[in-house]
Nanobody, 130 residues
């Protein structure tokens, strides 16, 4: 089983930036699909972004429409870490951010489903003030 630990959350003003990290330990793999989800107070868990391994093209990245153009997901295999660079933050981005790991997804639609992932971190809080 892979263990995931998120870090990098905090309080930022609207328009600010943060970089979240998701460090893997245990049974790590550079071919895992790794995603970020978030959950705001009183809201359902929401897909944010994912990096998926493709045997022919390497990693591919995928984003929810709400963060496309503002957030960037990347993977550093040497450090077993996945990052989420967040810019132009808005108050509606306030949430507990989780990372999750699962098998490579043959279809990108699978990346949006929480039940695709077998391992989850505890989350890191991001608060964006208006």
């Amino acid at each position: 089983q892979v263990r995931l630990v998120e870090s990098g959350g905090g309080l930022v003003p609207a328009g600010g930036s943060l970089r979240l990290s998701c460090a893997q330990s245990g049974r790590t793999s550079s071919s895992y699909a790794v995603a970020w989800f978030r959950q705001g107070d009183g809201k359902e868990r929401e897909y944010v972004a994912a990096v998926n391994w493709n045997g022919w093209t390497g990693d591919t990245t995928h984003y929810a429409n709400s963060v496309k153009g503002r957030f960037t997901i990347s993977r550093d295999n040497a450090k077993d870490t996945v990052y989420l660079e967040m810019t132009s933050l808005k108050p509606e981005d306030t949430a507990l951010y989780y990372c999750a790991a699962g098998p490579p997804a043959p279809q990108s639609s699978m990346l949006l489903r929480p039940n695709h992932y077998h391992s989850w971190g505890q989350g890191t809080q991001v608060t964006v003030s208006s």
